[in-house]
């Protein structure tokens, strides 16, 4: 089992930044990737960002290339999302993913356990 937290989402104007993080608890945090997914009101979960287990690979959707940051640290059993220049596009509901296996993937689907959300406003 894993347990993960999110947090640091808010409200932040066009152009601003926020940092998201995620604590795992349960197995060992350095044992799966992690994955970050957005939904917006009235669209399906979306594909952000996704990082291995060293955090040596990541893997980015085309919209957020440049501007988001994955990283991890694993002696905190801590994810990161670090999103800069923020859009206001990118207002949704933030979740982190873990996924048992080793390599990252795009598709919620194929991760095993999600946190409870974090929402991040960007407004005009």
């Known amino acids: 089992q894993v347990q993960l937290v999110e947090s640091g989402g808010g409200s932040v104007q066009a152009g601003g930044s926020l940092r998201l993080s995620c604590v795992a608890s349960?197995?060992?945090?350095?044992?799966?990737?992690m994955g970050w997914f957005r939904q917006a009101p009235g669209k399906e979960r979306q594909f952000v960002a996704a990082i291995n287990t060293r955090g040596t690979m990541t893997y980015y959707t085309d919209s957020v290339k440049g501007r988001f940051t994955i990283s991890r640290d694993n002696a905190k059993n801590t994810a990161y999302l670090q999103m800069n220049s923020l859009k206001v596009e990118d207002t949704a509901v933030y979740y982190c993913?873990?996924?048992?296996?080793?390599?990252?993937?795009?598709?919620?689907?194929?991760?095993?356990?999600w946190g409870q959300g974090t929402q991040v406003t960007v407004s005009s």
């Open positions: 349960g197995r060992t945090f350095s044992s799966y990737a």
């Open positions: 993913a873990a996924d048992l296996k080793t390599i990252p993937r795009r598709v919620a689907s194929e991760y095993d356990y």
